[in-house]
């Protein structure tokens, strides 16, 4: 029994640094939230979101102005990501609200105490920015490419409707000639036919008329 007991590995558990600053952070604001400011509680909560956020800033092409990652105080601090969204404190002042301003109205994103959560939906947010802009730029240079010239064959785009106009005016006058002639064709066979036939008659007796 000991012998199992002396090979049974430990779990180790594993530590961070960062997770435990942030800890000590959290509880600190909230034993002060009495004393300080509403306004500086809230912008210190903000703040620990963006150091979260930090790395991902970083990422973000440096072309790329769309974004403005900035905590603008005020009457309600907030945590500005992009010109219509943004993030601000909650009612209950420890919840984080992620907010983006529409043409129909504000929109919340994401409202949650985690801050994990928050920095994640943040995230994959400018993702899918980045990859909207992305394909708008690509959407843009298309209709560009389209309205300078066609890309396979080289021809203006001008130039290939007046083709295909005038291909398709062809088209017609060729069916319609086929028509007539086909309709002259039996016209002339139905003469002759009955020609033919007055013919043998008047052959045959000669002598009616």
């Given amino acids: 029994m000991s012998e199992l007991h002396d090979n049974v590995v430990p779990h180790e558990k594993v530590r961070s640094l960062r997770d435990s600053i942030r800890k000590v952070r959290v509880a600190e604001m909230e034993r002060t939230d009495v004393v300080v400011g509403l306004q500086e509680s809230?912008?210190?909560?903000?703040e620990l979101l963006s150091?979260?956020?930090?790395?991902?800033?970083?990422?973000?092409?440096?072309?790329?102005?769309q974004f403005a990652f900035q905590i603008v105080p005020g009457t309600q601090p907030r945590l500005w990501i992009d010109?219509?969204?943004?993030?601000?404190?909650?009612?209950?002042?420890?919840?984080?609200?992620?907010?983006k301003?529409?043409?129909?109205?504000?929109?919340?994103?994401?409202?949650?105490?985690?801050i994990d959560d928050m920095a994640d939906c943040i995230t994959e947010y400018i993702a899918e920015r980045i990859i909207e802009k992305e394909r708008a730029l690509?959407?843009?240079?298309m209709l560009s490419r389209i309205h300078r010239q066609d890309v396979p064959t080289?021809?203006?785009?001008?130039?290939?409707?007046?083709?295909?106009a005038g291909k398709a005016a062809l088209a017609r006058r060729n069916k319609t000639r086929d028509f007539f002639i086909m309709i002259s064709g039996l016209l002339l066979g139905t003469v002759l036919g009955a020609a033919g036939l007055v013919a043998l008659a008047l052959y045959a007796n000669p002598f009616t008329t």
């Fill in 42 to 46: 809230e912008k210190a909560r903000l």
């Fill in 51 to 65: 150091e979260e956020l930090i790395d991902v800033f970083k990422e973000v092409p440096e072309d790329d102005d």
């Fill in 83 to 99: 010109m219509t969204s943004h993030v601000l404190m909650g009612r209950d002042c420890h919840s984080y609200r992620f907010v």
């Fill in 101 to 114: 301003e529409t043409r129909l109205g504000r929109m919340v994103l994401l409202e949650t105490a985690d």
């Fill in 138 to 141: 690509e959407a843009d240079w």
């Fill in 154 to 164: 080289g021809k203006r785009l001008g130039q290939l409707k007046q083709e295909n």
